[in-house]
């Protein structure tokens, strides 16, 4: 968490953030959402129904295809053990706010899991960590009420701090901040019998990320689905 004298630098090199921040969106290039379909029935065995939601990283930006990205690598490792119903609502720039104001829009139907990234648009929005935290309680609350998911797998936000494409000090200022919103969110989660995390580890391995020095490659991607695999069958 952020202490006192991080909160006391961040206010004095304030200016200096919002800058790097603005030139970041400027220079960074901007990739686009793989091509592929986002909804399918596969597989064999007994049945699943899947619903990954979130941001850009849902939306598999950062690879050309959704068979590389994480709703094609999560299918295919589930099809080894079921006959699964999958579904992708993600778009890049999408905050939980967003992605609520979507889900609004989905006819009321039944999920057995709902896999969901999001945090980093959250992060990089400076919204407070409590505001967050009530989003993510709204957006469970709707996954209970209008999916009647039986698993909510939290994903966690990545270590901001390690994306190349970031400069000092706005990396290590979104790098504490994502820090505090994972901290929290897993602190929360904790008390939620039907709820996970997806935790892909504190370190970040640049080579394998996306030319943007912003999002996951295919090898960051398998990895993400393989370990959301083993949460979704962790407790039977």
Known sequence: MMNIFSYLLFFFISPVLFVQAWY??????????PTGIRSGVSGKGESMNLLI?????????????????????????LNERARVNWSLCA??????????????????????VVLISLGVNDVTRFIRVKTWLKQQQALLDFCRNEFSSRQVLFSLVPPMGDFPALPQPLAWCLGLRSQAFNECLANWLSQEADCQIVDLGTLLDASQMAADGFHPG?????????????????NQ
């Open 218 to 234: 295919e090898a960051i991607y398998h990895h993400w689905a393989k370990i959301a695999v083993e949460k979704m069958f962790s």
């Open 91 to 112: 778009q890049s720039g999408f905050s939980t706010k967003d992605i609520l104001d979507r889900l609004k829009t989905i006819k009321k139907q039944d999920i057995d």
């Open 53 to 77: 939601i979130g941001d850009s990283a849902a939306a598999g930006v950062g690879v050309d295809t959704q068979s590389q990205a994480l709703l094609g690598q999560t299918v295919a490792l």
């Open 24 to 33: 970041v969106r400027k220079v960074t290039p901007k990739l686009p959402e």
